[in-house]
């Protein structure tokens, strides 16, 4: 009972907020760690922000031919950013100049995407997380911000022992086999990076932490690199809010209509987006898998519906055939791919908030807005089906079995997963105790105060149901009805919003 109490207080700090355990920690009666402390304590931790975070810059060359005489201003005099920050692009009038000059073409021969001829890209700074941040001006605390300063209270340092890794929003990642030249490099110099960063921590294995667009990165990365090199390098993988191959439906918007609340330029639309939106591979890297999503309508007409299964039909009723065979090529190939990454995986998604899935343009105008949305359950962008069928894959697989941690934090949402206090917290309590953190707390082999335990009724959290039932309960029932053969076309689910388990047969 002795060795238990300390091993007990040790993790009760974790529950504190986090300037309180800097404050008991770096008391005067505990000196505050220094970065030589830290150096030897903590492993190597890598962020990969999320998608609108890393920053490019461009080079114009002479094969370059611009659309209107003053995007070719910067012709021949180097490299200048072109993805920083909205100011630079409304001061300078370039947001025309932008959207031309970040357009991918899609290469049917070598099925991979390229720029423009004439335009080379690269993103600065691998390595620092000062190489990303937010282009939204009215949320700076985006991009890992508060994250970032969460961990530097405990000691990490940028370049020392957290690093940041940014990547090209354009390209998605590629699953093992895929042609990218441009990831082929990105995770190389990933590889590299945390090789020396191993090397310089007396041999530590890293931590890999992913958000959003940023997760699936990270999870490709891993998964294309040597199993032997990921038993040597890798201590654990943590994926917040990631979107994977299983799809979300609000990404067909995006395609739809334009990157409506995703890309922040000034003075341009989500429909002025929209054709440089539609020429990146992330326009479709993310649309819903019909193994996940079925036949259950995601974008409605007057004339036809279209599910997961019809989305061919619907790129080309939006007129984006271009899309067909990338997508075809190289999109259905990564929902099929759902092998585990192998190495110790934690998945942390924000659960509770209404998530669209299905989108009504009745009068089939796809330049304007929805005119019905209807929702479910999810973290506002990702839905819940989807994390719930990703949770199921990496359960099912021997190799991930026992290494797998999955967790629904009810009411965050998509982007304040990681800047909502109590979120954020529970995310540092995760990497904490994973990472065995908690052996810096040594010193405290005894209570320093007076110690009395309280007994009190249990704290009750809430989540979504029908107040007897958990929705997600009623999801996997779904799911495993839907992915069964014989009972496909014969299941139909149907949810009641505001009704209760008691009253669905009672109100009228």
Not at 6 to 14: A, C, I, M, Q
Not at 427 to 432: L, P, R, S, T
Request: glycine fraction near 6%; charged fraction near 25%.
């Amino acid at each position: 009972m002795a060795t238990i109490i300390p091993v007990l207080l040790r993790l009760l700090l974790l529950l504190l907020p986090l300037p309180l355990i800097r404050d008991h920690l770096w008391a005067p009666s505990h000196r505050r760690p220094t970065p030589q402390d830290d150096a030897g304590e903590l492993r190597p931790i890598f962020l990969v922000p999320g998608a609108t975070c890393s920053n490019v810059e461009a080079r114009l060359t002479e094969a370059y031919r611009p659309s209107a005489a003053h995007c070719g201003a910067m012709k021949g005099k180097g490299w200048f950013g072109l993805w920083e920050n909205n100011t630079e692009l409304q001061a300078h009038d370039y947001a025309e100049c932008f959207q031309e000059q970040m357009t991918l073409v899609y290469d049917p021969a070598a099925n991979e995407y390229r720029n423009l001829p004439g335009v080379d890209t690269r993103v600065p700074n691998f390595g620092s997380v000062r190489s990303f941040g937010s282009k939204d001006v009215f949320n700076p605390e985006w991009c890992l911000a508060s994250l970032i300063g969460a961990l530097e209270e405990m000691g990490y340092r940028d370049g020392d022992n957290m690093y940041g890794v940014p990547y090209d929003i354009r390209y998605a990642p590629p699953i093992p086999g895929q042609a990218s030249q441009v990831y082929s490099r990105h995770f190389r110099e990933f590889m590299e990076l945390v090789e020396t960063a191993s090397e310089k921590h007396h041999n530590k294995r890293a931590i890999i932490l992913g958000h959003s667009l940023g997760g699936m990165v990270a999870l490709e990365f891993v998964r294309n690199t040597p199993s032997a090199w990921r038993d040597k390098y890798i201590e654990h993988l943590f994926l917040v809010a990631p979107t994977l191959s299983t799809g979300f439906v609000p990404t067909v918007r995006n395609l739809v209509s334009g990157p409506k609340d995703l890309l922040h330029v000034a003075n341009t639309t989500a429909l002025s987006l929209r054709p440089m939106w539609r020429s990146f591979e992330t326009s479709i890297v993310n649309v819903p898998s019909p193994g996940v999503f079925g036949h259950e309508p995601i974008v409605v007409t007057k004339r036809r519906n279209y599910s997961a299964y019809d989305l061919e039909d619907l790129l080309a009723a939006i007129g984006f055939s271009d899309g067909i065979e990338p997508f075809r090529r190289r999109t259905v190939a990564r929902m099929n791919y759902i092998e585990a990454p192998m190495v110790p995986l934690t998945c942390i998604n924000a659960v509770g908030k209404r998530t669209p899935r299905q989108f009504v343009y009745w009068d089939g105008n796809f330049d304007d807005e929805p005119t019905e949305i209807v929702y479910g359950d999810g973290d506002d962008s990702i839905n819940l089906v989807s994390m719930l069928a990703f949770d199921e894959e990496m359960r099912r697989q021997p190799g991930q079995k026992g290494r797998f941690k999955s967790i629904k934090l009810n009411n965050a949402s998509h982007g304040s997963i990681l800047t909502d206090e109590w979120a954020l917290r529970r995310v540092m309590q995760e990497i904490f105790l994973k990472r065995r953190m908690v052996a810096r707390m040594n010193y405290l082999e005894a209570p320093i105060v007076p110690l009395t335990y309280i007994n009190r009724a249990p704290e009750r959290v809430y989540g979504d149901g029908d107040g007897i039932v958990n929705l997600v309960t009623m999801l996997a029932f779904d799911e495993e009805m839907c992915r069964q053969p014989g009972q496909k076309g014969q299941f139909k689910s149907i949810k009641i919003e505001n009704a209760t388990h008691m009253r669905i047969l009672m109100d009228e």
